[in-house]
T-cell receptor, first 113, second 118 residues
Framework: QQQVKQSPQSLIVQKGGISIINCAYE??????FPWYQQFPGKGPALLIAIRPDVSEKKEGRFTISFNKSAKQFSLHIMDSQPGDSATYFC????????????FGKGTMLLVSP | GAVVSQHPSRVICKSGTSVKIECRSL??????MFWYRQFPKKSLMLMAT?????????EQGVEKDKFLINHASLTLSTLTVTSAHPEDSSFYICSARDGRQGGAGELFFGEGSRLTVL
């Protein structure tokens, strides 16, 4: 079964610190790697995504680092804020066709004031 | 960004009744929609892939007669939980892929529907 392994399961970071969440995938055919942010009682919201032709993508305080040879990618949240406290899911998929996402198990992030 | 609307956001029903959840893509046509189930503090579990104009494809272990999926148009898919029981209580989330030409093929999610079966 295709898997995406995500770590850590939970994370506590002080306000202003850097939050780092890591994911590893198995299927080398995957070509689209999004991160989703989910608040309690809400659906996941697309945060940022990357394709394997680049090693890094930055949008504001959020950065994805991608290592194709290691089949790993990570989310960095700079200057973490209490409002960033949420569950983050990494995912992987084939961008063409009708493939759905293969999700990681999620990371519960708590940013302390 | 593309918007996926899901309704109702919360529903409480008695055991044995059926509940319908709607999922609409508001500004794009979605040939394919996906239905997920999420338990507390867990990841999303794919239940089925809904294809417009054809039968849904169910994941292993998901009862197709219990979770009826209809995708009658390019903007609407419905999930009906039939003869609901307390163990069906969960958070159900739909998603749709923006497959427009030139788009990145992102998957957008609805806000989810919290089902509580008494």
């Amino acid at each position: 079964q295709q898997q995406v392994k995500q770590s850590p399961q939970s994370l506590i970071v002080q306000k202003g610190g850097i939050s780092i969440i890591n994911c590893a995938y198995e299927n080398t055919a995957f070509d689209y790697f999004p991160w989703y942010q989910q608040f309690p009682g809400k659906g996941p919201a697309l945060l940022i995504a990357i394709r394997p032709d680049v090693s890094e993508k930055k949008e504001g305080r959020f950065t994805i680092s991608f290592n194709k040879s290691a089949k790993q990618f990570s989310l960095h949240i700079m200057d973490s804020q209490p409002g960033d406290s949420a569950t983050y899911f990494c995912a992987a998929t084939l961008s063409s066709g009708y493939s759905t996402l293969t999700f990681g198990k999620g990371t519960m992030l708590l940013v302390s004031p | 960004g593309a918007v996926v609307s899901q309704h109702p956001s919360r529903v409480i029903c008695k055991s044995g009744t059926s509940v319908k959840i709607e999922c609409r893509s508001l500004d794009f046509q979605a040939t394919t929609m996906f239905w997920y189930r999420q338990f507390p503090k867990k990841s999303l579990m794919l239940m089925a892939t809904s294809n417009e104009g054809s039968k849904a494809t169910y994941e292993q272990g998901v009862e197709k007669d219990k979770f009826l999926i209809n995708h009658a148009s390019l903007t609407l898919s419905t999930l009906t939980v039939t003869s609901a029981h307390p163990e069906d209580s969960s958070f159900y989330i739909c998603s749709a892929r923006d497959g427009r030409q030139g788009g990145a093929g992102e998957l957008f999610f609805g806000e989810g529907s919290r089902l509580t079966v008494l």
